[in-house]
């Protein structure tokens, strides 16, 4: 059972927004603006999407977005593309002695 | 260009070793934490462990404490992950992947490799 919790699934048409949520507890997503999100194709590496909750690295899409309201963290998609269909997991910087927590992933089809 | 290679992977029978290698390349290497994150097959990601740039601060997560050892040779842009007494469970593609932060700490993950195999069975 992962630290963060995340929906097993979700999906949207191309054009459309979505959101992936990640809800953790005092300790991690809610104590901290330390979230960041992966993104990952099939038999690749995970990339950076997200950090700090809501910055983007260089080079990825403003399309993508990421907040946070209490323990719960969100990463948005807008304007789908086919090229989004991947797994995303949530992480976060946790007080506890496992220092980093992922959420169990969730992925995203686009219809 | 950030490049990481891991490197090591392979079968290996429960109670046995391995030692993973990560080769840097394309930024100062030790300027930056690494870290070791595994995932097992069909699952999610699990952050395994990290050292600081001069290998002051190391932390490691409680599945593996006692059984694996991280360490970095700056000299050789290099990381390493020894694994000891390995378990069915320790099963899983692992990635060596940078923390931009500069913070003794692990934070976040900037670049990952594109990661290596470890499975353990008999």
């Known amino acids: 059972q992962s630290a963060l919790t995340q929906p097993a699934s979700v999906s949207g048409s191309p054009g459309q927004s979505i959101t992936i949520s990640c809800t953790g507890t005092?300790?991690?997503?809610?104590?901290?603006?330390?979230v960041s999100w992966y993104q990952q194709h099939p038999g690749k590496a995970p990339k950076l999407m997200i950090y700090?909750?809501?910055n983007r690295p260089s080079g990825v899409s403003n399309r993508f977005s990421g907040s946070k309201s209490g323990n719960t963290a969100s990463l948005t998609i807008s304007g789908l593309q086919a090229e989004d269909e991947a797994d995303y997991y949530c992480s976060s910087y946790t007080s506890s002695s496992t220092y980093v927590v992922f959420g169990g992933g969730t992925k995203l089809t686009v219809l | 260009e950030v490049q990481l290679v891991e490197s090591g992977g392979g079968l290996v029978k429960p109670g046995g070793s391995l030692r993973l290698s990560c080769a840097a390349s394309?930024?100062?290497?030790?300027?930056?934490?690494m870290n070791w994150v595994r995932q097992a097959p069909g699952k999610g990601l699990e952050w395994v462990s990290s050292i600081s740039s001069s290998s002051s601060y190391i932390y490691y997560a409680d599945s593996v404490k006692g059984r694996f050892t991280i360490s970095r040779d700056n000299a050789k842009n290099s990381l390493y992950l020894q694994m000891n007494s390995l378990r069915a469970e320790d099963t899983a593609v692992y990635y060596c992947?940078?923390?931009?932060?500069?913070?003794?700490?692990?934070?976040?993950?900037?670049?990952w490799g594109q990661g290596t195999l470890v499975t353990v069975s008999s």
């Open positions: 700090d909750v809501s």
């Open positions: 992947a940078r923390d931009p932060t500069g913070t003794m700490r692990p934070y976040y993950f900037d670049y």
């Open positions: 005092s300790s991690d997503v809610g104590g901290y603006n330390y």
């Open positions: 394309g930024f100062t290497f030790s300027s930056y934490s």
